[in-house]
């Protein structure tokens, strides 16, 4: 009976840190303030490299790491902005930022705090989506024309609420397996999957307050991340990923999630056949709320841009945008 008593006493604490933060962490408040502790410190490593076609400048400047591929002959006038998941950084965007400068298309990938090469600027635990949105508003605003916004998964929840809060004034969004349009819970087919293939993964989140136990070895990261055919091998994904905070899975949901709505703005939504973390059913479901064009990609998991599909995933998204004169 005590120990009852005493899992009940964590239960009704840790709901109540949960709220505590969500409650707290509201996308008017985060929005409201510069969310950047580092600016001002200035560019504390830049990297320059001739690629031939294209020139790759690697830099953190400001507490945040940027990759920036540019074409030495542009094609397109509009940036491509990318904004990654959870446990990923900059680096994931690598192909599509090689196969998207050769068709001559500027991309920036940045990574948020805590991830990639970006310096910890406040606890994984405590990071919510609002705190987070703040940093991709810094990153639409700096640079000199609006750019297409491109995310993946939670970057792709962060393109939506981008539309939500920030501006539907954006040339185009594409959404890469995105968080889906309404809530995590909804989407019955990825809830299953997690809770048959990972419950200790699922409990220790709970218990850690960081979902970095559900990469917590390259088995349970490739589980979730990629498909038998990747490009990359689960031990080379699993190097590179951190940890990330739980909050943000929780917020994607009601009351704490509102997708945006009657959006204007050209969207389009990528599907992998296989994925694990989103299902097509659902992500059918989101493109239709935005009215968006959808592309199921056959045979592929949740990282796209790793799969062997990837460069006719992202020859596609060139079409797609070129179409639209950007």
């Given at each position: 009976?005590?120990?009852?008593?005493?899992?009940?006493?964590?239960?009704?604490?840790?709901?109540?840190?949960?709220?505590?933060?969500?409650?707290?962490?509201?996308?008017?408040?985060?929005?409201?303030?510069?969310?950047?502790?580092?600016?001002?410190?200035?560019?504390?490593?830049?990297?320059?490299?001739?690629?031939?076609?294209?020139?790759?400048?690697?830099?953190?400047?400001?507490?945040i790491e940027?990759?920036?591929?540019?074409?030495?002959?542009?094609?397109?006038?509009?940036?491509?902005?990318?904004?990654?998941?959870?446990?990923?950084?900059?680096?994931?965007?690598?192909?599509?930022?090689?196969?998207?400068?050769?068709?001559?298309?500027?991309?920036?990938?940045?990574?948020?705090?805590?991830?990639?090469?970006?310096?910890?600027?406040?606890?994984?635990?405590?990071?919510?989506?609002?705190?987070?949105?703040?940093?991709?508003?810094?990153?639409?605003?700096?640079?000199?024309?609006?750019?297409?916004?491109?995310?993946?998964?939670?970057?792709?929840?962060?393109?939506?609420?981008?539309?939500?809060y920030i501006?539907?004034?954006?040339?185009?969004?594409?959404?890469?397996?995105?968080?889906?349009?309404?809530?995590?819970?909804?989407?019955?087919?990825?809830?299953?999957?997690?809770?048959?293939?990972?419950?200790?993964?699922?409990?220790?989140m709970f218990?850690?307050?960081?979902?970095?136990?559900?990469?917590?070895?390259?088995?349970?990261?490739?589980?979730?991340?990629?498909?038998?055919?990747?490009?990359?091998?689960?031990?080379?994904?699993?190097?590179?990923?951190?940890?990330?905070?739980?909050?943000?899975?929780?917020?994607?949901?009601?009351?704490?999630?509102?997708?945006?709505?009657?959006?204007?703005?050209?969207?389009?939504?990528?599907?992998?056949?296989?994925?694990?973390?989103?299902?097509?059913?659902?992500?059918?479901?989101?493109?239709?709320?935005?009215?968006?064009?959808?592309?199921?990609?056959?045979?592929?998991?949740?990282?796209?841009?790793?799969?062997?599909?990837?460069?006719?995933?992202?020859?596609?998204?060139?079409?797609?945008?070129?179409?639209?004169?950007?």
């Amino acid at each position: 009976m005590i120990i009852f008593y005493l899992i009940l006493a964590y239960l009704i604490l840790l709901w109540g840190w949960i709220l505590f933060w969500l409650l707290h962490d509201t996308v008017p408040k985060m929005l409201a303030a510069d969310q950047n502790k580092l600016r001002g410190t200035g560019v504390t490593f830049s990297d320059t490299t001739d690629k031939g076609a294209y020139t790759v400048t690697h830099s953190i400047e400001d507490g945040i790491e940027r990759i920036v591929y540019t074409p030495k002959v542009r094609q397109h006038a509009t940036p491509i902005l990318m904004a990654h998941g959870m446990w990923h950084g900059a680096w994931c965007w690598q192909s599509w930022q090689e196969i998207l400068a050769e068709k001559g298309w500027e991309s920036v990938a940045y990574s948020l705090p805590g991830h990639g090469k970006s310096p910890t600027q406040r606890s994984l635990t405590t990071c919510t989506l609002g705190y987070y949105l703040a940093f991709v508003r810094d990153e639409i605003e700096r640079l000199p024309v609006r750019p297409v916004l491109m995310g993946h998964s939670m970057g792709g929840a962060l393109s939506q609420w981008t539309l939500r809060y920030i501006t539907q004034e954006l040339p185009a969004v594409v959404l890469v397996a995105p968080w889906v349009s309404h809530s995590a819970v909804s989407d019955t087919y990825a809830m299953v999957n997690l809770f048959r293939d990972d419950l200790p993964g699922i409990l220790m989140m709970f218990y850690k307050l960081n979902a970095d136990s559900w990469v917590r070895t390259p088995e349970k990261a490739a589980q979730k991340l990629l498909s038998k055919d990747a490009v990359v091998s689960p031990e080379e994904l699993h190097r590179q990923l951190n940890g990330e905070s739980a909050l943000v899975i929780f917020q994607h949901n009601p009351p704490f999630w509102k997708p945006a709505e009657n959006v204007k703005t050209p969207v389009l939504v990528l599907a992998g056949e296989r994925d694990a973390v989103v299902s097509v059913k659902k992500l059918r479901e989101t493109a239709a709320h935005y009215q968006a064009d959808l592309k199921v990609i056959p045979g592929a998991a949740h990282n796209l841009m790793m799969e062997k599909s990837c460069r006719e995933t992202a020859e596609s998204i060139d079409v797609w945008l070129s179409a639209r004169h950007l």
